[in-house]
């Protein structure tokens, strides 16, 4: 995905540049550089007549995103064009910046490093949402003007206010795929250089450390600024962009901007070639070597072969003398790579890494020169055994060195014949070694379109470690083939029996084969993507009407006219993806015989598009994703940290919809009255129309609702609630704990306590179901918590509501003790009303049920004896619950935990010691 987002970056920069240049031309020349926009050809630059719409037009092309209505979000500053040439007459550009929402000064115009440009200089962290207008006042040389405006926003920063190092721990909160909210900024020291300046692309991929967090370093990816190609290892540097989770790696995404370098100590770049093979060797994972090094070395694995797309090659090469301490190459680049062979010796120049325990020069490193060998090292082993016991040494990605000849009998075919192709992909195994076994990978040779279980091969080619399978790679060879009764898998032709075979398959496995199937459209699963040009249809063959089959993503020469009701061929192979029978991505429609339905429209007005949904019966869903806009009546839950997404219900064309768990930058900061746009696949979920799970907002317009910061003037509204009611934004308070309420939750990692903030201790805040980072039952009474969500009335009781989340965490000095016998002696030395201001855990055993188990609110109320420091006491566990609760009778030893009372009898003034209500069975 990374590189298909280059390549489209690539051709934007290369368009820039291009149209740049003819403006550069022009100024610098006084050639003709574009088609003069008026009918005056002379070479006079006056005498051409003006064209500032043109200019103007020039302009919005520049910046799209902000021109004709958009908007386009900053995440670092830009360099504005000053100067705009059309034909032959040069334009001056004024720039005005006029900020509609947030900060006044969080966007203003300065100078720029690069001629004919201003700077837009932000505040690239800024603590809440930025909206601003920059107008462009275009002059031709008589003094005419026009202007253009440019919409921009700067996303308000998650991380505004933090030090690095909790901006460090919060990024590594983040799930796979998640994006912290506008930009952060961080410095730290290079560790590793991942990839080297690209000249073409201008920028360099390097892992830094903040401080001492040396297990969560972050990944500078594609870093751009000045200074950045004479970036090395040791240097501290200030980078500012958008970090996120990318599979796994935590980093800033493509477009961080580098500053404030600070180079590092100047390291001696050895020229010893043991050096630097047994410093390599010495590395710690993750670590690199802090210099370019050199090192020359005979190529005895090619573990990935030349790839033309990306002209990069990745084998293994040894040092002479150290044989034993290969190190692999990766996406070796240069002049040759093309011609590399087993048995070449080369010579490469780049940065060394300890990867995952494999030592390797990382991407980017080059190739200086190469001699030709004599082929592969002269070190295969005699016997199969030995050979198949090499490849299963290999490290994930390395290949042996040596093309071997295995002989074994195939136990699986994991792909059929093709004829195609001429190919097969089985495994087999060795004797003596029937637990190792060998996947042939897309077996070529005589009499491979016979080959079948129970079959002897012997087969010839590298064999390699992909991704832990060790397998013969592509281009291995049949040899021999000697048949073992059973007869090859039989590429079905008959409809009826391949739909029979499908609905016979394994979850998440295939048929091995393509097959090609004719049957009726019965549904339209996914309209047609003019994007991606592929359509997602439900069919029937005729026969086998009650086994249907999806075809997704169907490509095809006139998929974009499918219809329910026409019948179509599709070719592709079957499988079962989690029990749905389906053509898998890639299967192509190759005839379409129309039904005479209509084609499923994606509907981009609004009422047809409410209308459409609200006709949906129970199930049902639209078949493409729709775009609304509606006003935000009510936050149905709050916004969830954790997942990132918040639940809210908007009214579109006078109707209600439901967002379900809605993503998107800014929904944390979404308040009742927010216009909103939301974009997402609507259905029928029991009645409810709404955006299913993972709709984004792709926009959002503030209502006016102002987010109260100030914490006494949070709580006094909040107490202003009617029952019911709740505060129309999220809001954060940081309070002690002063009660607390329901113990921690393993299952649900939750519990409920009461806060009190500062100058407001009257007016307690329940936090119902409270999650987040450090809550765990050793949180006590005194305890300094900040906690965000939603506040509401209920019944009475002022609430931070269900998905509450809770950070900052701080002991109030309480100690609770890890004695049972000293927990007991302090709850039986309270005093009449008073509380232990923590939650306690005793095991005891019970001597009375006071209270049946209560089915309807699945508690029960009983006596347990507890040993303290002079004896033996009874201890009330009143409305204790959990798993078992129903089963408990006199005589069971049980744990409880909860928090422990001075009870008062109001009627007797009689006091017990007792778990209070909302105490667990452990």
């Not at 001056?92 to 004919?116: F, H, L, M, P, R």
């Not at 670590?287 to 990306?310: F, R, V």
């Not at 494999?358 to 200086?368: F, H, K, P, Q």
């Not at 809001?731 to 329901?742: E, F, I, P, S, Y």
Request: glycine share 10%; net charge negative.
């Amino acid at each position: 995905m990374k590189r298909i987002i280059s390549l489209l970056l690539l051709l934007a920069i290369c368009l820039s540049v291009f149209v740049g240049c003819n403006n550069e031309e022009a100024k610098d020349s006084g050639k003709e550089t574009t088609k003069p926009t008026s009918g005056n050809t002379s070479d006079d630059n006056t005498a051409e007549e003006s064209d500032i719409p043109s200019a103007i037009a020039f302009l919005e092309n520049q910046y799209p995103e902000a021109s004709k209505g958009k908007v386009q979000v900053l995440s670092n500053d830009i360099d504005l064009l000053s100067v705009v040439v059309v034909g032959r007459v040069s334009y001056t550009v004024e720039w005005t910046v006029s900020v509609t929402e947030g900060s006044s000064d969080a966007a203003k115009i300065g100078e720029s490093s690069k001629e004919n440009h201003v700077l837009l200089d932000i505040n690239e962290t800024p603590e809440t949402d930025v909206t601003f207008i920059a107008t462009a006042t275009v002059k031709d040389p008589a003094g005419d003007s026009k202007t253009a405006a440019f919409n921009f926003q700067i996303v308000a920063s998650a991380t505004a206010g933090m030090t690095d190092e909790e901006i460090v721990e919060l990024a590594y909160q983040l799930a796979e795929g998640e994006i912290m909210n506008g930009s952060s900024t961080l410095t730290g020291v290079i560790k590793m250089i991942k990839s080297p300046w690209d000249p073409d692309f201008q920028n360099i991929t390097v892992v830094i450390q903040i401080g001492d967090l040396a297990d969560k370093r972050i990944e500078c990816y594609r870093m751009t600024g000045e200074g950045a190609k004479d970036l090395a290892i040791g240097d501290t540097i200030t980078v500012t962009g958008v970090l996120k989770n990318y599979n796994g790696t935590i980093e800033f995404d493509a477009g961080c901007v580098v500053s404030n370098i600070v180079k590092g100590e100047t390291v001696e770049v050895p020229t010893d070639p043991k050096a630097i093979v047994d410093a390599a060797y010495a590395l710690p994972a993750g670590e690199a070597l802090p210099y370019s090094a050199t090192l020359t070395g005979m190529i005895y694995a090619i573990n990935s072969p030349y790839d033309e797309g990306y002209q990069n090659i990745t084998v293994t090469i040894v040092v002479d003398g150290y044989e034993a301490k290969p190190i692999l190459v990766y996406r070796l680049k240069g002049e040759g790579a093309d011609k590399l062979e087993l048995g070449d010796t080369i010579t490469v120049t780049g940065y060394i890494v300890n990867y995952n325990g494999t030592i390797e020069y990382t991407s980017g490193c080059t190739l200086d020169s190469f001699k030709k060998g004599d082929g592969a090292p002269d070190n295969i082993p005699d016997k199969e055994v030995d050979i198949v016991d090499a490849a299963y040494k290999l490290a994930e990605g390395n290949a042996l060195p040596y093309s071997a000849t295995l002989t074994g009998k195939v136990t699986e075919v994991n792909d059929a014949y093709s004829a195609e192709y001429g190919n097969i992909t089985v495994t087999i195994t060795i004797p003596g070694r029937e637990k190792k076994p060998i996947k042939c990978y897309r077996l070529k040779g005589p009499g491979v379109d016979k080959v079948a279980i129970g079959d002897t091969l012997t087969v010839s080619g590298i064999l390699k470690n992909f991704y832990g399978e060790i397998e013969f790679d592509a281009g291995c060879t049949l040899i021999k083939r000697d048949a073992g009764g059973n007869a090859p898998i039989k590429q079905e032709t008959d409809p009826l029996k391949i739909v029979d075979a499908a609905y016979k398959l394994k979850e998440n496995t295939d048929l091995g084969y393509d097959v090609t199937l004719t049957g009726k459209v019965v549904e339209v699963v996914d309209a047609y993507d003019s994007e991606y040009k592929n359509i997602t249809v439900t069919i029937q063959i005729s026969g086998r009407e009650k086994k249907p089959i999806i075809c997704y993503r169907l490509k095809g020469e006139g998929v974009e006219k499918v219809a329910k009701g026409d019948t179509i061929t599709v070719t592709g192979r079957l499988k079962n993806y989690y029990g749905d029978i389906e053509f898998d991505n890639g299967c192509k429609m190759t005839k379409r015989v129309s039904g005479g339905g209509e084609v499923v429209k994606v509907e981009t007005d609004p009422k047809k598009i409410v209308d459409a949904a609200f006709k949906l019966k129970d199930g049902e869903q639209l078949a493409y994703d729709a775009t609304l806009t509606g006003k935000v009546t009510s936050i149905k839950t709050p916004y969830d940290a954790e997942h990132s997404n918040i639940s809210v219900i908007i009214t579109v064309e006078g109707k209600s919809i439901v967002c379900f768990r809605m993503k998107g930058t800014g929904v944390d900061k979404i308040t009742v009255d927010d216009t909103i746009t939301v974009k997402g696949r609507l259905k029928n979920y029991g009645g409810t129309v709404e955006f299913d799970a993972n709709c984004e907002m792709t926009k959002r317009v503030s209502g006016g609702v102002e987010t109260q910061t100030d914490f006494k003037k949070i709580v006094e509204e909040a107490y202003a609630l009617k029952d019911g009611e709740q505060l129309k934004y999220t809001a954060t308070l940081t309070g002690k704990v002063v009660k607390l309420d329901v113990p921690y939750d393993e299952s649900f990692k939750n519990m409920n306590l009461t806060i009190a903030v500062a100058g407001c201790e009257d007016k307690p805040i329940l936090c119902y179901r409270l999650k987040g980072d450090g809550l765990s039952n050793n949180i006590c009474v005194g305890d300094t918590i900040t906690v965000k969500g939603t506040i509401k009335n209920y019944k009475g009781t002022i609430e931070f509501d269900t998905g509450c989340t809770a950070s900052n965490i701080k002991s109030g000095g309480v100690k609770k003790p890890t004695d049972p016998k000293k927990i007991v002696d302090a709850a039986f030395a309270l005093a009449g009303g008073d509380s232990l201001k923590y939650f306690a855990t005793l095991t005891g055993k019970v001597t009375e049920i006071n209270t049946a188990y209560d089915s309807s609110y699945k508690n029960i109320t009983i006596t347990i004896e507890v040993e303290g420091s002079d004896g033996m006491k009874e201890l009330k566990c009143y409305r204790l619950k959990g798993e078992g609760a129903d089963k408990i009778k006199v005589g069971d030893t049980v744990t409880v935990t909860g928090v422990i009372k001075n009870y008062v009898h109001s009627s007797s003034g009689d006091s017990e010691i007792e778990f209070d209500a909302g105490c667990v069975l452990g």
